[in-house]
């Protein structure tokens, strides 16, 4: 059965830590996206990477952190500086086959602070 | 700058058409997207366009887009209240750089009335 997985769904963090989102897929694709939405709004590309070992910034990528050592993995991690951290954290994944950039979309974890 | 625009709500009745619209600015844009996502949960592919149609039907789902204009949209046919949700329409802005960032509108809200 194949897709995007997101764990946990709930996460709390409290002053000064780091978290860290999981995001797993097993559908082969080459890209992976991370997203920040916030209630009412859009969603914010956080950082994304088209291969592995390779990762780009995204429009909000200040106080988050990320690593892409294995193409079905794509961790996302808020650390301390990240002032703001609490809304609904989205991964995706994209085949990036023959310039078509679709995006498939895991199921989220809402990060609260404590 | 890329910037999509969506209105915020649309109230309909069951069973009546729903049309959602949207506007983008890139018009280098080669794919626009449809997304659904219900409350708590991820962002569900509804539909896409390619850039070089005017129109897509799908089941239920017709997505007309007016490149002139920059307008996409998106007609529910027969609405139910099963598509109370909150609509995403989203321009893939790269063209020829080809980076696989997705630009999302802020959603609109559908509420389906019985």
């Known amino acids: 059965d194949g897709g995007i997985t997101q764990s946990p769904k709930y996460l709390f963090r409290k002053e000064g830590q780091n978290v860290t989102l999981s995001c797993e897929q097993n559908?082969?694709?080459?890209?992976m996206y991370w997203y920040r939405q916030d209630p009412g709004q859009g969603l914010r590309l956080i950082y994304y990477?088209?291969?592995?070992?390779?990762?780009q910034k995204g429009d909000i990528a200040e106080g988050y952190s990320v690593s892409r050592e294995k193409k079905e993995s794509f961790p996302l991690t808020v650390t301390s500086a990240q002032k703001n951290p609490t809304a609904f954290y989205l991964c995706a994944s994209s085949p990036r086959t023959r310039g078509q950039e679709t995006q498939y979309f895991g199921p989220g974890t809402r990060l609260l602070v404590l | 700058g890329e910037d999509v625009e969506q209105s915020l709500f649309l109230s309909v009745r069951e069973g009546d058409s729903s049309v959602i619209n949207c506007t983008y600015t890139d018009s280098s844009s080669t794919y626009l997207y449809w997304y659904k996502q219900e409350p708590g949960a991820g962002l569900q592919l509804l539909t896409y366009?390619?850039?070089?149609?005017d129109m897509k039907q799908d089941q239920r789902l017709t997505v007309l887009l007016n490149k002139k204009d920059k307008h996409l949209s998106l007609r529910i046919a027969d609405t139910q209240t099963g598509d109370s949700a909150i609509y995403f329409c989203?321009?893939?802005?790269?063209?020829?750089?080809?980076?696989?960032?997705?630009?999302f509108g802020q959603g609109t809200t559908l509420q389906v009335k019985p």
């Open positions: 559908l082969n694709h080459d890209a």
């Open positions: 989203a321009e893939s802005p790269d063209g020829s750089s080809n980076t696989g960032k997705l630009i």
């Open positions: 990477s088209q291969i592995v070992n390779d990762f």
């Open positions: 366009i390619f850039s070089n149609m």
